[in-house]
């Protein structure tokens, strides 16, 4: 019997994310010839993109090919042209459905320093060198899904924004074990972040993550942090920590911040997993952290690396193939020692490339790297 080609669902978007989303499927392309790694794949519009074709940012359709197939590669969403949108079809609300639907609760933001960029972060190189921290943000709880929320108008005309921070202790509870299982396979170190000195929802996620931690993984060492103080330490003194969990919105800002000591934005990518059914398969979504960057879209410079070893991540996680991965990221340290930078991590006495230039020298650095594997 011939086994089934697993199937993909390349996402693109909106500004840069069609230009990264080109550099991976010559990756794609690489595999299927070099390694005879075949995949399915079929493309689908999501955010201002499908906005504009079907006056919503994620068809019912769409929504369904993501939910049958494999693996979903997503490139970014938004740009100034969608702004005025009403916030029911704004593109971001087609990112948040995916999340939402596929029940993509742990989101893994992996913040690596790649050596030969060490220089390029703002921060001392000694404070970020050979740094390596995987943040795991709760995706689909908290204060971006909870209710009540809107803007209500009061009879004085006074009109009222509200959004509401919700957690149940499963939720923490389900996260907070992706986050121990990676500790456990590192360095055996979670922090956990809240705010639970002034919120009721936040101390409730601290008393949870304890419990668990007595419970089911007293061989990890816990620490809790105050998510302001986590902020603090992100740019103080990276080196301490090892897994960040937080829940949605802390997540969602933590990572930025640990995405820049890498040097770019453009660097980082991520993982969004679903619960293992009984087959051991999960809905899982790859996307680059750095969203459709607008301002160059269309130009050519975008860096591509993030949503290449979000591709990397795909191998490893969905399919378990941490060697390939490894080529993928071997290919890409050594394109960046060898002197290739796009713009956003430009240093001096380095080449600024293109897009296309960038992702065309990765594909050509794989087969370096596998022919010396
Ligand atoms: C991210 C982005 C998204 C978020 C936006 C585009 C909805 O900032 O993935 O970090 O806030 O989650
Ligand atoms: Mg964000």
Redesign the pocket.
């Known amino acids: 019997m011939m086994a089934r080609n697993k199937k993909l669902l390349l996402l693109p978007g909106d500004g840069i994310g069609p230009e990264v989303m080109a550099e991976v499927r010559r990756v794609i392309d690489w595999f299927d010839k070099e390694r005879a790694l075949g995949f399915d794949i079929e493309e689908g519009l999501v955010g201002g993109a499908s906005y504009d074709q079907h006056g919503t940012p994620l068809t019912d359709g769409t929504m369904d090919l993501a939910l049958e197939c494999d693996a979903v590669l997503f490139g970014a969403?938004?740009g100034p042209k969608w702004d005025d949108l009403d916030f029911s079809v704004k593109p971001?609300r087609g990112?948040?459905r995916l999340r939402k639907d596929m029940d993509l609760f742990a989101n893994l933001r992996p913040a690596v320093v790649f050596g030969p960029l060490a220089e390029a972060s703002t921060l001392k190189p000694e404070i970020v060198r050979g740094l390596d921290i995987m943040i795991v943000r709760e995706l689909t709880g908290g204060i971006y899904f909870g209710e009540p929320r809107g803007v209500e108008t009061l009879p004085d005309g006074t009109r009222r924004g509200v959004n509401t921070e919700v957690y149940t202790t499963p939720e923490v509870e389900r996260v907070g074990r992706v986050a121990f299982e990676l500790a456990k396979k590192r360095r055996g170190l979670l922090h956990s972040i809240e705010k639970a000195n002034v919120m009721e929802s936040g101390l409730m996620w601290r008393e949870d993550m304890q419990a668990l931690h007595d419970r089911e993984f007293s061989d990890v060492e816990l620490q809790h942090m105050y998510a302001d103080n986590a902020a603090m330490q992100l740019v103080r003194d990276p080196q301490q920590f090892d897994v960040m969990v937080a829940g949605n919105l802390f997540g969602?800002i933590l990572?930025d911040c640990a995405a820049m000591l890498t040097g770019s934005l453009g660097m980082l990518p991520s993982a969004s997993l679903g619960a293992a059914d009984e087959t051991g398969r999960r809905q899982a979504l790859y996307e680059p952290?750095h969203?459709s960057a607008p301002d160059i879209a269309g130009e050519g410079k975008a860096n591509p690396i993030a949503m290449l070893t979000s591709y990397a991540m795909m191998l490893r996680y969905s399919f378990d193939m941490p060697e390939e991965a490894g080529l993928v990221e071997t290919a890409i340290d050594n394109v960046l020692a060898g002197g290739l930078r796009t713009g956003d991590i430009m240093q001096t006495g380095k080449a600024r490339v293109s897009t296309k230039v960038m992702g065309e020298a990765i594909v050509a650095e794989l087969n370096q790297v596998a022919e010396a594997a």
């Open positions: 969403v938004g971001e990112l948040l969602d990572s952290v969203g």
